[in-house]
């Protein structure tokens, strides 16, 4: 069993940044491959970024290509998710997930084993 714990949302002016923290339980958390959703009102939760267990491999939505960057750090148990220029549009509940299956199935949100309870971030223009 895997727990989730996001933090790091908040309010924020467009062009600005934040940095998620998904901190996690569980002493395999390095066997997993991570990756970050987020949900806008009205809207389907969507894929965001996604890390291997290595670091070596990552993929990105093409939304939030080149301004956020995902990393992890296996011996705090920890991912984050560096966002940069952020718009409005990025306004959402977001997200970390965890599976086993790898990051190249980070995409299909059917496939995520643990998710986290969500940290809002609003950016206003």
């Known amino acids: 069993q895997v727990q989730l714990v996001e933090s790091g949302g908040g309010l924020v002016q467009a062009g600005g940044s934040l940095r998620l923290s998904c901190a996690a339980s569980?002493?395999?958390?390095?066997?997993?491959?991570m990756g970050w959703f987020r949900q806008a009102p009205g809207q389907e939760r969507e894929f965001v970024a996604a890390?291997?267990?290595?670091?070596?491999?990552?993929y990105y939505a093409d939304s939030v290509k080149g301004r956020f960057t995902i990393s992890r750090d296996n011996a705090k148990n920890t991912v984050y998710l560096e966002m940069n220029s952020l718009k409005p549009e990025d306004t959402a509940v977001y997200y970390c997930?965890?599976?086993?299956?790898?990051?190249?199935?980070?995409?299909?949100?059917?496939?995520?084993?643990?998710w986290g309870k969500g940290t809002l971030v609003t950016v206003y223009s």
């Open positions: 890390i291997n267990w290595s670091s070596i491999v990552t």
């Open positions: 569980g002493r395999t958390f390095s066997t997993y491959a």
């Open positions: 997930a965890a599976n086993r299956a790898g990051a190249q199935v980070m995409r299909d949100i059917t496939r995520m084993d643990y």
